[in-house]
Structures are given as structure tokens and as C-alpha cells.
């Protein structure tokens, strides 16, 4: 799946990753793909205005530490974040349970 | 191809997209060297990943830049090629200079072949005179007396009118050199900049090079049309300026070719 197509929805897939614990921007995007077993195959880079705009919002907080020799900004989630993405997860359920009802009822 | 370039540097796949990043992330400076940071780490894991899935030093850190994705994606800014950032500004200014003082210098050495057509053929071959009528007894007297030795009012326009051509253009080149001086002195002050990277590759000599063709087009175009109009009279100030431009071209034309075929290569 391309990048363009997961616009809208990259805040709360980030939220999601960040509940299995704290990680760096690389170890998002690995977690990422890992979960969506190779799925999501988008720019690396855009990770970084999501966390950072999630960072500013509150959802997340970060802070730099040394992770395997590196100075790394570690991200966490914040209680904002969790309810947040606790919110994101209900809409989905919701949004996807009545975009199947449509698409997959026969014509 | 990973060849070094004249200065026996290689460009690195890793440097050169963090140069990019840094001038164009928007943000405080805390902010741009905090995502910088974050971007580096992310590279230099990807490269160790593409290294133990196989890949040489060079293909891993060039793997790793492009699963990264355009500069603009990390910026998160879509219009960003249009922010006038420090950097950008400095390249501008470096970019007017060069090409300014690149167009004053062929100016100045079009003088000079002006000088030498004067000096083989007369006044007439770079100058003409006014039409008959355009002029009054007084400009005759003016002109007459700068030149004493001239046998009539034309001849005497027609001398310091090449005077003029000479005297403008070898002005032109004082500060063609005076451009190219401050060139140097500012891209070796902000050569830490990163300002190089705030334009595409060649992007100035491209247009240097469009400027002096279509100079060189424009001035060969007059001076055919003297030959043709006035039987050669003035015709050697236009062909002198088109030789200069062409050189002009031709330097432009070489520095972009170059820029262009230098490799982003890695160090590694």
C-alpha cells in the first residue's frame, strides 16, 4: 500500500505502534511494516512530520537517550495519546464495519 | 560510477540528503538540528540493515536514501521549493554574481577583440556614424575637438563612438572581474553553508549558459545584418560581443556538463 493511501490514517497507525512501547522513528517504521507484514511500503521519511505533529498535540512525548551507541529520540505515548488512539480505534471499527456492509453486499 | 571529483572528494549519498534536508526543513534551528539528528540515526540503521541483508557499504547508504523518500516528505512542506530559506538566498546571490560577472568579463574581452578588429580595419568596422541629419554643428564641434586629427565631423563621430564601445565594454569587464571576486570570496565565507545544495546540480551554469547562447544568437544576428544593412560599417562590435558570449557559453556549457556527470557516490 502507498504512501498517499495511508494520508489520513498515519497519526493513529503511529499511536498504535507506540502502544507495544516507547521506540525511535526507525523503529516505528520497522514495527510498521512488521505488523502490516510488509503492507505499508511508504516513504520512510514521513514518519517524522507524523510523530512530530503528534509530539506537538501531546499525544506523544520524546526525549533523547543512547540506544546502541546512538543518540536517539525515543517516543512514548502520553495518557492524551492513549485516549486518542483508544478514540481512533473505536471510529475505525465503526467507519470499516459500515464500509464492508456497503462494498460487500452483493449489487 | 563512484569517481571523485577534482578535489578527490566523493559525494556520499547520506551527506548530500542531509545538506538538502537542512535547508529546507521548516521550523526553529533547535527543531531542524533535532530532525536532522533523528534523520542521520534512521539512515545510518537502514544502511546497517541493507548491510546485513547483503549490500555493499555504497548501495546500502544509497538504499537507505531512497527508502527515506524526497526531502520535502520529511519537511512535511509540499510548496517548499519556493521558500526563500538563508540558503537559498545565498545560492541566488552567488548564482547573479557568477553569471554577472561571467557575462562582464566576456563583455570586457569582447572589448578587447573589438580593439584588435579597430586596430586592423579602422574605427569603421566597430563603429558607425549617426544618420546624416541627427546631429547638430555643435555635437561636430565637440567631437572635432576630441579628435583633432580627424579629417571631418564623421570620421571624428565615428571615433569616439568606438571609443565609446571600447571604453563601456572595458568598464563592463572591470566589474565582470569585480563580480567574479566577490563570487569567490563569498562561496569560500559560506562554503559551510550548505548553500550548494539549495539549487539542483548545475542549475546556475544551465542558466548561464542559456543567457550566453541566446546572447551570442542576438549579437551574431546584428552584426550579419550590419554586414548586410551597412556594407560591414560597425559590424565588428556586434561579431566581437558574440565571440565573447559564446566563450561565455562555452564555459557555462562545460560547468554543467560536469556538474552533471559528477556521481553521488558514497565514501564508503
Known amino acids: 500500500m502507498r504512501g498517499d493511501q495511508l494520508r489520513g490514517h498515519l497519526d493513529a497507525l503511529v499511536l498504535a505502534v507506540l502502544a507495544a512501547g516507547p521506540a525511535h522513528g526507525y523503529s516505528v517504521i520497522v514495527r510498521l ?52 488512539l483508544a478514540e481512533q480505534r473505536s471510529q475505525w471499527h465503526r467507519f470499516s464495519s459500515l464500509v464492508t456492509t456497503v462494498i460487500g453486499a452483493p449489487a | 560510477m563512484r569517481m571523485p571529483d577534482e578535489h578527490g572528494y566523493v559525494d556520499d549519498p547520506i551527506e548530500r540528503y542531509l545538506d538538502q534536508l537542512l535547508v ?58 519556493l521558500r526563500l530559506t538563508r540558503a537559498l538566498r545565498r545560492r541566488l546571490v552567488l548564482a547573479v554574481l557568477l553569471i554577472g560577472g561571467m557575462g562582464g568579463v566576456a563583455v570586457g574581452i569582447g572589448g578587447v577583440i573589438g580593439w584588435v578588429v579597430r586596430a586592423l580595419w579602422g574605427d569603421n568596422a566597430v563603429a558607425t556614424p549617426f544618420p546624416s541629419g541627427s546631429y547638430t554643428a555643435a555635437d561636430c564641434t565637440r567631437w572635432l575637438a576630441g579628435y583633432p586629427s580627424a579629417r571631418d565631423c564623421v570620421t571624428a563621430m565615428t571615433a569616439d563612438h568606438a571609443n565609446d564601445f571600447l571604453q563601456n565594454a572595458a568598464g563592463c569587464g572591470v566589474l565582470g572581474v569585480l563580480g567574479l571576486g566577490l563570487y569567490l570570496w563569498l562561496r569560500r565565507r559560506w562554503s ?77
Open chain 2, 192 to 268: 559551510g553553508a550548505a548553500v550548494a545544495t539549495a539549487l539542483p546540480r548545475g542549475s546556475d551554469d544551465i542558466v548561464g549558459a542559456a543567457l550566453a547562447v541566446v546572447t551570442a544568437v542576438v549579437l551574431l544576428g546584428q552584426g550579419v545584418d550590419a554586414v548586410v544593412v551597412t556594407h560591414a560599417n560597425g559590424a565588428g562590435a556586434p561579431f566581437s560581443l558574440a565571440v565573447a558570449a559564446l566563450l561565455a557559453a562555452a564555459f557555462f556549457g562545460r560547468q554543467a556538463v560536469r556538474g552533471l556527470r559528477r556521481p553521488i557516490a558514497a565514501s564508503g
Open chain 1, 33 to 84: 511494516r512488521e505488523r502490516s507484514r510488509g503492507g505499508f511500503d511508504l516513504p520512510e521519511g514521513t514518519i517524522y512530520p507524523a510523530l512530530h505533529r503528534l509530539e506537538a498535540a501531546g499525544l506523544l512525548s520524546a526525549r533523547f537517550d543512547e540506544v546502541q551507541g546512538r543518540r536517539r529520540k525515543v517516543y512514548a505515548l502520553t495518557t492524551a495519546g492513549q485516549r486518542e
Open chain 2, 24 to 81: 529546507t526543513l521548516p521550523g526553529s534551528p533547535r527543531q531542524v538540528r533535532h530532525t536532522l539528528a533523528e534523520v542521520e540515526t534512521h539512515l545510518l540503521d537502514a544502511t546497517a540493515q541493507a548491510r546485513t541483508d547483503g549490500l555493499d557499504e555504497f548501495a546500502a547508504r544509497a538504499a537507505a536514501v531512497q527508502r527515506m523518500g524526497p526531502v520535502a516528505g520529511v519537511a512535511d512542506h509540499p510548496g517548499l521549493g
